[in-house]
């Protein structure tokens, strides 16, 4: 990228050595740079919160018995019977009067690497015809977190994560470090699926213009958001964090601070908004977000970057043809 320093390629290769940071997705980007005694009136009680009956009480309960004739039209035996054994840990976590966030967030990883082990042969076409994979995305599999779909513009098989299941469950514990998790998860993505063991989808914070690529929406404010979100996270709930024997919550943060931040140092060379949005949002991340010193100088060379208008950077691309980086 010519518009960037070696301060650029120190951030990328630094990016999975970053200290994961958060959010609480019930304050606004404004609240979110409260003064330091705020900051330590908002930890009080972290840790705790009052059982709502009525939440708890909305929750839904996951369905017991998985349909053995809906599971075989697409799986394996060895597959159902994993299959069977996630949705009784599901109930029993779901029915447990007293779960803790840990529970929640390891029945998350374990959903995650079910639907790897359900779609390991996704990879040979010959077993996914077009009518199979027709049928399992109208298929109602009854897999608490997880719904059939398809990605590669429906020609493979896919599980979206449906997080509201996720949240349902994360209603019964005591604390909110599970609930904010999934509401920050909500607030990234699009259309979350889960792939390959991991979490996958478009982010909030991108327009697509086709199935494969569009424009970054840098300058509407997204990447401030969620970048204050995932700060805040840490803050209040950092001794989930440290005392949990999981690091799967970690990590995904990780992941998502990581691509929010190289979409500004990269994907943003083709933005939707107009410059001048770009730079005051830019300005705003380096006052107000918390970053290391690599990072902030890279972002200060981005902002002299959109400042010269590079002619390696294209902005105002929500006209299509406006732009040349934003269609296939």
Known sequence: MKVFSAAFLSIVGLMPLLSAVSADTNLTATAAVTSNSQSQNALQGQNSRPQNPLVVAQAEQPPEDLSQVTLNAFFLPWQVEHANFYQSNAISIHNNPTPDDGDVESLY??????????????????????????????????????????????????????????????????????????????????????????????????????????????????????????????????????????????????????AILRDILVSANCSGPEQSAIVAELTQILDQVQLNSTERTALQQRIEAFQGASSDIQVNCQELGTCTCEGG
């Open 109 to 258: 990883r374990q959903a995650l690497q079910l639907a790897e082990e359900l779609l390991i042969d996704s990879q040979y076409q010959d077993s996914w015809t077009d009518e199979k994979l027709q049928q399992f995305r109208e298929s109602d599999l009854d897999i608490w977190g997880l719904d059939p779909s398809c990605i590669a513009e429906c020609t493979s098989p896919a599980f979206v994560a449906n997080v509201e299941d996720f949240l349902a469950i994360a209603a019964r514990t005591e604390t909110n470090a599970d609930d904010d998790f999934f509401k920050l998860v909500q607030a990234y993505y699009d259309y979350p699926y889960a792939l390959e063991g991991q979490l996958w989808g478009w982010p909030t914070f991108f327009q697509r213009t086709w199935d494969y690529g569009g424009y970054s929406l840098l300058g509407e404010g997204k990447h401030l958001e969620l970048l204050l979100q995932i700060d805040q996270y840490q803050q209040q709930h950092e001794q989930y964090i440290l005392q949990s024997y999981l690091t799967t919550f970690t990590q995904q943060l990780q992941v998502m601070r990581h």
